[in-house]
């Protein structure tokens, strides 16, 4: 994956629909600045939302300042990849298992939820279903890694988070 900084602007244009007024490069983050004069708590909280839900764990912050709404994204590649602790290999493997799961229980999430039942509970219920040997991982992570890698999959299904 290549991140492109002129690509990140022009979908942050389109995304949030306001002027640039300033962008900043750091290190390994980009800051860009917008004038968001007149825009209600909840417009900018809305901008925020498709913001974080755009760039996923690339966007460091999106948040109103003044006037303005600030939008920081990482540009350093091994920060993003990084997020998780779990191994890519390792972590394919898992989300496939989970996945089968998911395909022969698609209802168990809905079931969950109308049982009071945490998302916490539901991404390990599922793992331990679907057979994935987690005793490998054990010797490199704990439980906070796993359910990390756990929360993204569901996550990326729709279902479940931490």
């Known amino acids: 994956m290549k991140i492109s900084i002129s690509n990140d602007l022009t979908v942050l244009q389109s995304l949030v629909g306001l002027e640039l007024f300033n962008q900043s490069h ?3 983050s980009m800051e860009y ?3 968001a004069a ?3 708590v909840n417009q900018v909280k809305q901008l925020a939302l498709r913001v974080m839900k755009e760039f996923g764990n690339r966007c460091v912050g999106a948040f109103p300042s003044d006037d303005k709404f600030i939008v920081v994204l990482k540009t350093n590649l091994r920060s993003v990849s990084s997020a998780l602790k779990i191994k890519p290999e390792d972590y394919a493997e898992m989300k496939k298992a989970v ?3 998911l395909k022969k229980h698609p209802d168990a999430y ?3 939820k109308q049982q009071g039942l945490t998302d916490m509970r539901y991404n390990w219920d599922i793992l331990r279903a679907s057979g994935y040997d987690t005793v490998g991982l054990y010797k490199y992570l704990n439980d906070s890694h796993i359910n990390a890698a756990l929360a993204k999959i569901l996550a990326n299904t ?3 988070k931490t």
Do not use: S
């Open 33 to 35: 600045v917008f004038k």
């Open 38 to 40: 007149g825009l209600t």
């Open 158 to 160: 729709g279902k479940g």
């Open 99 to 101: 996945e089968l799961v």
């Open 110 to 112: 809905k079931q969950y």
């Open 26 to 28: 750091a290190a390994f």
